[in-house]
């Protein structure tokens, strides 16, 4: 507090420099607890200064496979979850009754300013909220969705609520254009889409919720905006028995195209007991591999190390 939280910034830094980084968990004090140890301000979640810093482009979440133990998913499943915008963000104040305008002002000198909304208040206590879910780099978090689910043979699902919030149907879009574009003759030739009409497979986020339970035998893979990716990803632990059992990668990208930073979130859990799958994910997370497992295949084993080359040293 301080300090304006310095080591944080020191460690984003870092991580951009060395290109990975690994973060045990961590809590952004609420407001009670600010309140409790006299901070001065609210510090900010380490993970989204972690995603701005790193320029992020994805969280990557896959269930962990050991030999030996029966877990949630009997084949992998893959998760994208949008590692920008949405409500983490949000500009927010208290309202009472009156008219709410949101206006946009372009860059550009002589554009004119642009009407978002405006609806008049009604009540006397109201929370009005603004925020922004960026769309630039959709297209790179298709590429990494659908290069992984190709390799790694599940089938590839978006996940929206484009139906009721029609400002998600750009995600959808970007998504579906690149998978038509340079995925979908070699999805179909892999037989991957036969489930699903030959076509990429859309699932609205209640949808998404019921199959997460439901398709158990896994081999599938989602990708969804910020806030969903957030609440299906957690239901997917508990499937998958734990958080401990589930990776969490983020991917950035630096100015030379380059995939820079890969950073993984443990959460201990105690499973039957005991603690003894800490260490097993802990190196799980550096090798990108299986740990005790004879299913890794050489070419998982090259495609995580090429995620980890601009680090060194990355047990450092």
């Given at each position: 507090?301080?300090?304006?939280?310095?080591?944080?910034?020191?460690?984003?830094?870092?991580?951009?420099?060395?290109?990975?980084?690994?973060?045990?968990?961590?809590?952004?004090?609420?407001?009670?607890?600010?309140?409790?140890?006299?901070?001065?301000?609210?510090?900010?979640?380490?993970?989204?200064?972690?995603?701005?810093?790193?320029?992020?482009?994805?969280?990557?979440?896959?269930?962990?496979?050991?030999?030996?133990?029966?877990?949630?998913?009997?084949?992998?499943?893959?998760?994208?979850?949008?590692?920008?915008?949405?409500?983490?963000?949000?500009?927010?104040?208290?309202?009472?009754?009156?008219?709410?305008?949101?206006?946009?002002?372009?860059?550009?000198?002589?554009?004119?300013?642009?009407?978002?909304?405006?609806?008049?208040?009604?009540?006397?206590?109201?929370?009005?909220?603004?925020?922004?879910?960026?769309?630039?780099?959709?297209?790179?978090?298709?590429?990494?969705?659908?290069?992984?689910?190709?390799?790694?043979?599940?089938?590839?699902?978006?996940?929206?609520?484009?139906?009721?919030?029609?400002?998600?149907?750009?995600?959808?879009?970007?998504?579906?254009?690149?998978?038509?574009?340079?995925?979908?003759?070699?999805?179909?030739?892999?037989?991957?889409?036969?489930?699903?009409?030959?076509?990429?497979?859309?699932?609205?986020?209640?949808?998404?919720?019921?199959?997460?339970?439901?398709?158990?035998?896994?081999?599938?893979?989602?990708?969804?905006?910020?806030?969903?990716?957030?609440?299906?990803?957690?239901?997917?632990?508990?499937?998958?028995?734990?958080?401990?059992?589930?990776?969490?990668?983020?991917?950035?990208?630096?100015?030379?195209?380059?995939?820079?930073?890969?950073?993984?979130?443990?959460?201990?859990?105690?499973?039957?007991?005991?603690?003894?799958?800490?260490?097993?994910?802990?190196?799980?997370?550096?090798?990108?591999?299986?740990?005790?497992?004879?299913?890794?295949?050489?070419?998982?084993?090259?495609r995580h190390s090429h995620n980890l080359t601009t680090s060194p040293h990355p047990t450092h």
């Amino acid at each position: 507090d301080q300090t304006e939280d310095r080591v944080l910034h020191h460690a984003v830094e870092a991580g951009a420099r060395i290109g990975a980084i690994f973060k045990e968990p961590t809590v952004t004090p609420t407001e009670v607890q600010r309140r409790a140890k006299r901070l001065r301000t609210p510090l900010c979640s380490p993970n989204g200064a972690m995603c701005r810093g790193w320029n992020g482009v994805t969280i990557s979440h896959d269930t962990m496979h050991i030999d030996g133990i029966d877990l949630g998913y009997r084949r992998p499943v893959y998760f994208e979850r949008h590692a920008v915008g949405g409500e983490y963000g949000a500009g927010w104040t208290f309202v009472g009754r009156g008219q709410l305008l949101t206006m946009f002002y372009p860059e550009e000198e002589r554009s004119d300013a642009v009407l978002v909304d405006a609806r008049h208040v009604e009540g006397e206590r109201n929370v009005a909220v603004v925020y922004v879910n960026p769309l630039d780099n959709v297209a790179d978090l298709a590429h990494h969705f659908f290069g992984r689910c190709l390799e790694g043979g599940v089938v590839p699902h978006v996940v929206t609520k484009k139906t009721a919030f029609k400002w998600q149907e750009g995600f959808w879009t970007i998504m579906k254009d690149v998978f038509d574009a340079h995925y979908r003759d070699r999805f179909r030739e892999a037989g991957l889409l036969d489930a699903t009409d030959g076509k990429l497979s859309h699932l609205s986020s209640d949808a998404a919720i019921m199959q997460i339970i439901r398709w158990t035998d896994g081999g599938f893979g989602m990708a969804a905006l910020n806030y969903d990716g957030d609440m299906l990803t957690d239901e997917l632990a508990q499937v998958h028995r734990s958080p401990a059992c589930i990776t969490s990668a983020l991917i950035g990208k630096r100015e030379d195209g380059l995939q820079v930073a890969r950073h993984h979130r443990l959460v201990q859990r105690r499973i039957r007991g005991r603690h003894a799958l800490r260490g097993r994910n802990r190196v799980w997370q550096w090798s990108g591999t299986r740990v005790g497992s004879t299913h890794a295949s050489e070419s998982g084993r090259r495609r995580h190390s090429h995620n980890l080359t601009t680090s060194p040293h990355p047990t450092h």
